[in-house]
C-alpha cells in the first residue's frame, strides 16, 4: 500500500505558472511508474504524464512542451511544472502511482485557468 498525497494546485490566469506535488509513503524507487491524471467535469480522467522508475517520460499531446513531470528522490516526491496555462487545462489533477498491477491515487488538487 502506498499513500500519495498532492499539493499545489490553485487558480491562476492564462499564460500563468502553477508546480504540482505528490508526496509518496513509499521510497519512490519501489514504484514502477508514477503519474499525473486530471479530470473536467462531465469528462473521464486521462492521462496528463508519466515517470517510470527508469526516468523515461511521456506526455499527452495537449500537454507537451508545457507540462514537465519530475521527481525528488531524496523527497520521495514527484512534481508537475505547468507553464503556459490554458483554460482547458482546468480540472482536478490526481497523482498515480503503479506497483505492479495495483495503481494507487492522491485525493486530487483542483487547478482553475481563468481567461
Known amino acids: 500500500q502506498v499513500q500519495l498525497v498532492e499539493s499545489g494546485g490553485g487558480l491562476v490566469q492564462a499564460g500563468g505558472s502553477l508546480r504540482l506535488s505528490c508526496v509518496t509513503s513509499?521510497?519512490?524507487?519501489?514504484?514502477?511508474?508514477m503519474g499525473w491524471y486530471r479530470q473536467a467535469p462531465g469528462k473521464q480522467r486521462d492521462l496528463v504524464a508519466v515517470?517510470?522508475?527508469?526516468?523515461?517520460?511521456n506526455y499527452a499531446d495537449s500537454v507537451k512542451g508545457r507540462f514537465t513531470i519530475s521527481r525528488d528522490n531524496a523527497k520521495n516526491t514527484v512534481y508537475l511544472q505547468m507553464d503556459s496555462l490554458k483554460p482547458e487545462d482546468t480540472a482536478v489533477y490526481y497523482c498515480?502511482?503503479?506497483?505492479?498491477?495495483?495503481?494507487?491515487w492522491g485525493q486530487g488538487t483542483q487547478v482553475t485557468v481563468s481567461s
Open positions: 515517470l517510470t522508475s527508469g526516468g523515461n517520460t
Open positions: 498515480n502511482a503503479a506497483i505492479g498491477f495495483a495503481h494507487h
Open positions: 513509499r521510497n519512490i524507487f519501489s514504484i514502477n511508474t
